[in-house]
């Protein structure tokens, strides 16, 4: 008798869980569709930079995502991770899937940077402060990501991730300030600048604060759906040794039968 | 834990001694490194004294990922890993221990390469005494930082390409701190020149060295 492959159903969703990810999914998609509608239709083009203001709807926050919430989430879950008292492998698994979705709006960070910069500042790339603090926080979350693929046990490759992002998680603040003072070009933060009072107005602040909701949906949204994806993961990856296992017995009990015959 | 740093380290400086790796293949690589950055900027003098101080740090960089390469290898043939492990040695002892020693190897490749940037990139040096500071808070944190991501990659099959990726980001700090130093040190400029920059070698090296002390036991039981 052939074993079939699902000699273990995988790990089922609640509904709830499956209903809260569909609600959050649609919720994202709304909010960005009205955001580029606000963005490019509605608001009017800014006195200095023209039509290029318009891209300040998605710049900071799919900046904020990338090098804030990704990468706080993924120290505060690996440091969890470590700590001995909560270690499970829920938190490996939301360190894993934040870098892995945080790299991408890093690297959207860079894209939308640059296309803002060639026109603003003549070049696509400068080696201002914080365009070298992220492009060194990719480089960090690439390394991490690259060490997680190496094959390992689960258990192991989970310790190994957790203190790779603890020690990349303590560089990142000491590479801010050694670039902060290498270099300066980038302008300063326009809403969250010291006294909190926003210097731009009207349709254009709140189509900018909605930017930076839908963003932030969308990368809950696809963390969720990446989290889900690494449960899938490990189960095949356990479940494929129980189905080779299964098979070297069933050949065992065939060879046995035949003897008896 | 400091007798387990003395035991450690001299074991290690022990076996350098007698393979001379470092000395008869880490070394000789730095001097091959700056000879190809002179091919790379030019026979120009002026702009190879400008870049002296990134290309001596750079080249650093780069033997200290052999060294630390080096100082893994040694423990990973005849089970010397479990051997440690299984010694009752104090982890923060190892890891001191194990820094000490690559920190040790560390000082002498510098000095060497600090030879070679003056003597072939015509590098004048104005404060000596501000370069040897830079170099000696810098080694403490490559060779830490070299340390832990040593162990981290210790049982992984793809160590070689790996721990270059991991570690050289993680050391770019050293690397600005390091060659701002030095062109304070060059342009003839005071301490204060060069102040912030030793705090932020300072900052790196207690933050790493105190991150190997607590985390090093925990790496070695999941290496």
């Given at each position: 008798m052939i074993p079939s492959r699902n000699v273990h159903a995988p790990p089922a969703?609640?509904?709830?869980?499956?209903?809260?990810?569909?609600?959050?999914?649609?919720?994202?998609?709304?909010?960005?569709?009205?955001?580029?509608?606000?963005?490019?239709?509605?608001?009017?083009?800014?006195?200095?930079?023209?039509?290029?203001?318009?891209?300040?709807?998605?710049?900071?926050?799919?900046?904020?995502?990338?090098?804030?919430?990704?990468?706080?989430?993924?120290?505060?879950?690996?440091?969890?991770?470590?700590?001995?008292?909560?270690r499970s492998m829920f938190w490996d698994r939301l360190a894993a899937a934040s870098v892995e979705v945080g790299v991408v709006f890093n690297v959207c960070t860079l894209i939308s940077g640059s296309i803002w910069g060639k026109p603003t500042w003549g070049v696509w790339w400068a080696w201002d402060a914080r365009l070298t603090s992220?492009?060194?926080?990719?480089?960090?979350f690439l390394g991490y990501l690259a060490l997680r693929r190496v094959p390992a046990e689960p258990d192991v490759r989970a310790k190994r991730s957790a203190f790779v992002a603890l020690f990349a998680a303590v560089d990142i603040p000491i590479v801010h300030f050694s670039v902060l003072w290498w270099r300066t070009l980038h302008q300063g933060a326009t809403v969250l600048n010291p006294n909190l009072s926003p210097t731009i107005h009207g349709s254009m602040a709140w189509t900018l604060l909605l930017g930076f909701v839908a963003v932030t949906l969308v990368f809950v949204w696809m963390l969720l759906v990446r989290y889900r994806i690494g449960v899938l993961e490990d189960y095949l990856g356990t479940g494929e040794l129980d189905v080779a296992l299964r098979e070297r017995q069933a050949e065992g009990a065939v060879t046995d039968e035949e003897e008896a015959a | 834990m400091w007798r387990d740093t003395v035991l450690v380290a001299g074991k290690d400086l022990r076996i350098e001694a007698r393979s001379k790796v470092a000395l008869s293949q880490v070394a000789p690589f730095g001097i091959v490194a700056l000879v190809l950055f002179a091919f790379a900027l030019g026979p120009d003098r002026g702009l190879?004294?400008?870049?002296?101080?990134?290309?001596?740090?750079?080249?650093?960089?780069?033997?200290?990922?052999?060294a630390v390469q080096r100082s893994v290898s040694v423990e990973s043939a005849d089970g010397a890993r479990d051997g440690l492990r299984l010694s009752g040695l104090d982890p923060a002892g190892l890891f001191l221990g194990k820094s000490a020693a690559v920190a040790a190897q560390l000082v002498v490749l510098e000095a060497v390469l600090a030879g070679g940037v003056i003597l072939l990139y015509g590098a004048k040096v104005e404060v000596p005494w501000l370069i040897v500071v830079s170099c000696l808070l810098g080694t403490v944190g490559l060779a830490a930082t070299g340390t832990l991501y040593g162990a981290?990659?210790?049982?992984?099959?793809?160590?070689?390409?790996?721990?270059?990726?991991?570690l050289l980001p993680i050391a770019a700090p050293v690397l600005l701190a390091g060659t701002r130093i030095w062109q304070a040190a060059m342009a003839g400029g005071t301490a204060s020149d060069g102040s912030p920059w030793l705090r932020l070698l300072v900052v790196f090296d207690a933050v790493y060295v105190a991150l190997g002390i607590v985390v090093y036991g925990p790496i070695q039981e999941s290496a």
């Amino acid at each position: 008798m052939i074993p079939s492959r699902n000699v273990h159903a995988p790990p089922a969703q609640s509904p709830r869980a499956r209903w809260a990810v569909g609600i959050i999914g649609i919720t994202a998609v709304a909010a960005t569709a009205l955001t580029v509608w606000l963005g490019l239709w509605v608001t009017p083009p800014d006195q200095s930079q023209g039509d290029l203001v318009r891209l300040v709807y998605i710049h900071p926050g799919v900046a904020w995502v990338a090098l804030y919430l990704a990468f706080a989430l993924a120290a505060v879950s690996s440091l969890l991770f470590l700590w001995t008292r909560t270690r499970s492998m829920f938190w490996d698994r939301l360190a894993a899937a934040s870098v892995e979705v945080g790299v991408v709006f890093n690297v959207c960070t860079l894209i939308s940077g640059s296309i803002w910069g060639k026109p603003t500042w003549g070049v696509w790339w400068a080696w201002d402060a914080r365009l070298t603090s992220t492009a060194v926080l990719l480089v960090l979350f690439l390394g991490y990501l690259a060490l997680r693929r190496v094959p390992a046990e689960p258990d192991v490759r989970a310790k190994r991730s957790a203190f790779v992002a603890l020690f990349a998680a303590v560089d990142i603040p000491i590479v801010h300030f050694s670039v902060l003072w290498w270099r300066t070009l980038h302008q300063g933060a326009t809403v969250l600048n010291p006294n909190l009072s926003p210097t731009i107005h009207g349709s254009m602040a709140w189509t900018l604060l909605l930017g930076f909701v839908a963003v932030t949906l969308v990368f809950v949204w696809m963390l969720l759906v990446r989290y889900r994806i690494g449960v899938l993961e490990d189960y095949l990856g356990t479940g494929e040794l129980d189905v080779a296992l299964r098979e070297r017995q069933a050949e065992g009990a065939v060879t046995d039968e035949e003897e008896a015959a | 834990m400091w007798r387990d740093t003395v035991l450690v380290a001299g074991k290690d400086l022990r076996i350098e001694a007698r393979s001379k790796v470092a000395l008869s293949q880490v070394a000789p690589f730095g001097i091959v490194a700056l000879v190809l950055f002179a091919f790379a900027l030019g026979p120009d003098r002026g702009l190879m004294a400008k870049g002296a101080p990134g290309l001596f740090w750079v080249a650093v960089l780069f033997c200290t990922v052999l060294a630390v390469q080096r100082s893994v290898s040694v423990e990973s043939a005849d089970g010397a890993r479990d051997g440690l492990r299984l010694s009752g040695l104090d982890p923060a002892g190892l890891f001191l221990g194990k820094s000490a020693a690559v920190a040790a190897q560390l000082v002498v490749l510098e000095a060497v390469l600090a030879g070679g940037v003056i003597l072939l990139y015509g590098a004048k040096v104005e404060v000596p005494w501000l370069i040897v500071v830079s170099c000696l808070l810098g080694t403490v944190g490559l060779a830490a930082t070299g340390t832990l991501y040593g162990a981290l990659s210790a049982g992984i099959r793809v160590r070689e390409t790996l721990l270059p990726f991991l570690l050289l980001p993680i050391a770019a700090p050293v690397l600005l701190a390091g060659t701002r130093i030095w062109q304070a040190a060059m342009a003839g400029g005071t301490a204060s020149d060069g102040s912030p920059w030793l705090r932020l070698l300072v900052v790196f090296d207690a933050v790493y060295v105190a991150l190997g002390i607590v985390v090093y036991g925990p790496i070695q039981e999941s290496a």
